[in-house]
C-alpha cells in the first residue's frame, strides 16, 4: 500500500495544510480516509478525483467530511455515473448539507461488522472515544497493514485495533496544558505510548492545530516510542 498524505492539519486548514485526508492506494485501488476542509485542491496533485472508489469519514466533524461536498459536485459535473462509496458513523450524511441535485453522486455505508473486502484491501473499524460517533479503521492488505485513529482519546479500543500494525496513522492534536483535552484527543505523548504499546513498526503523527509547536510535539513522542518516528506533511509518502 502507498499513504500519500493529502492533509493533515487538525480543526482549520493552516497556512501550508489542508485538513485531515490522507490517500491510500493498492493494485490501483484508490480510498480516502477523511475529506477535510480545504483537502479537494490539494487531492488533486496525487489523484483525479474522479478516479477514488471510497472514502472512510471517521466522523462528522467538518474537518474531516466538509470536502465530500465539492467532490460529490467535481464528480457530477464531469459525468461521474458511479456513485462514490463513503463509509462514515451512522447519522454522518445528516450532517454533509450537499444539495439534493448532486448528493446523489455519494453512497452512504454504514462501518461494517468485523473486517470486509473493500476492492483489494481489508478494512475493519471500530468505535473510538470522541465528542460525537467516530471510528477508527485498519486497512491490510495481504502482510502490509495501516491504522488510522481519527480523532479519539484513549481507549482500548484503538489499541487493540493497533497491535502489530505497520503504520499507526494517530492524531495528536491535544496539549497537555489543555484542562479536558484528553477526553477527546490524543497528546503526543499519548500518542507515542499507545504505538509502544501496540508494537505499531512506525507511527506518523498527524491532525496538530496549526498553531501547535511540530518540533515540540515530535521530542514529547519520541521520550516514549522508541521506533520510526514521523510528522505528517503534505505529500508525504509511505510505503507499507
Same mark, same amino acid.
Given at each position: 500500500m502507498i499513504l500519500t498524505v493529502v492533509g493533515c492539519a487538525g480543526t482549520v486548514p493552516g497556512p501550508e495544510a489542508a485538513c485531515s485526508c490522507y490517500l491510500l492506494e493498492h493494485d490501483g485501488f484508490r480510498l480516502l480516509l477523511d475529506a477535510g476542509t480545504g483537502s479537494l485542491g490539494p487531492l488533486q496533485r496525487f489523484a483525479d478525483p474522479c478516479a477514488i472508489d471510497a472514502v472512510l469519514i471517521s466522523h462528522r466533524h467538518r474537518d474531516h467530511c466538509s470536502d465530500l461536498v465539492p467532490l460529490a459536485y467535481l464528480r457530477d459535473r464531469r459525468g461521474t455515473t458511479a456513485r462514490l462509496p463513503v463509509i462514515a458513523p451512522a447519522g454522518t450524511a445528516a450532517h454533509v448539507a450537499a444539495p439534493s441535485g448532486y448528493a446523489r453522486a455519494l453512497d452512504w455505508r454504514d462501518p461494517p461488522a468485523g473486517s470486509a473486502r473493500l476492492g483489494p484491501l481489508t478494512i475493519e473499524t471500530v468505535p473510538v472515544r470522541h465528542s460525537v460517533p467516530a471510528q477508527a479503521v485498519r486497512v491490510t492488505?495481504?502482510?502490509a497493514s495501516l491504522t488510522y485513529s481519527g480523532d479519539t482519546g484513549e481507549c482500548a479500543e484503538l489499541l487493540e485495533l493497533a497491535r502489530g500494525t505497520n503504520v499507526l496513522l494517530c492524531e495528536a492534536a %491535544? +496539549?497537555?496544558e489543555?484542562?479536558?483535552s484528553g477526553a477527546?484527543?490524543?497528546?503526543?505523548?499519548? %500518542? +507515542?505510548?499507545?504505538?509502544?504499546?501496540?508494537?505499531?513498526a512506525h507511527l506518523v503523527l498527524t491532525h496538530l492545530r496549526p498553531w501547535a509547536d511540530p518540533m515540540a510535539a515530535l521530542r514529547e513522542a519520541r521520550a516514549s516510542y522508541h521506533g520510526p518516528l514521523t510528522l505528517a506533511t503534505p505529500g508525504l509518502?509511505?510505503?507499507?
Amino acid at each position: 500500500m502507498i499513504l500519500t498524505v493529502v492533509g493533515c492539519a487538525g480543526t482549520v486548514p493552516g497556512p501550508e495544510a489542508a485538513c485531515s485526508c490522507y490517500l491510500l492506494e493498492h493494485d490501483g485501488f484508490r480510498l480516502l480516509l477523511d475529506a477535510g476542509t480545504g483537502s479537494l485542491g490539494p487531492l488533486q496533485r496525487f489523484a483525479d478525483p474522479c478516479a477514488i472508489d471510497a472514502v472512510l469519514i471517521s466522523h462528522r466533524h467538518r474537518d474531516h467530511c466538509s470536502d465530500l461536498v465539492p467532490l460529490a459536485y467535481l464528480r457530477d459535473r464531469r459525468g461521474t455515473t458511479a456513485r462514490l462509496p463513503v463509509i462514515a458513523p451512522a447519522g454522518t450524511a445528516a450532517h454533509v448539507a450537499a444539495p439534493s441535485g448532486y448528493a446523489r453522486a455519494l453512497d452512504w455505508r454504514d462501518p461494517p461488522a468485523g473486517s470486509a473486502r473493500l476492492g483489494p484491501l481489508t478494512i475493519e473499524t471500530v468505535p473510538v472515544r470522541h465528542s460525537v460517533p467516530a471510528q477508527a479503521v485498519r486497512v491490510t492488505a495481504g502482510s502490509a497493514s495501516l491504522t488510522y485513529s481519527g480523532d479519539t482519546g484513549e481507549c482500548a479500543e484503538l489499541l487493540e485495533l493497533a497491535r502489530g500494525t505497520n503504520v499507526l496513522l494517530c492524531e495528536a492534536a %491535544a +496539549a497537555v496544558e489543555t484542562p479536558g483535552s484528553g477526553a477527546a484527543h490524543l497528546t503526543p505523548a499519548q %500518542a +507515542a505510548r499507545l504505538a509502544e504499546e501496540a508494537g505499531a513498526a512506525h507511527l506518523v503523527l498527524t491532525h496538530l492545530r496549526p498553531w501547535a509547536d511540530p518540533m515540540a510535539a515530535l521530542r514529547e513522542a519520541r521520550a516514549s516510542y522508541h521506533g520510526p518516528l514521523t510528522l505528517a506533511t503534505p505529500g508525504l509518502r509511505l510505503i507499507t
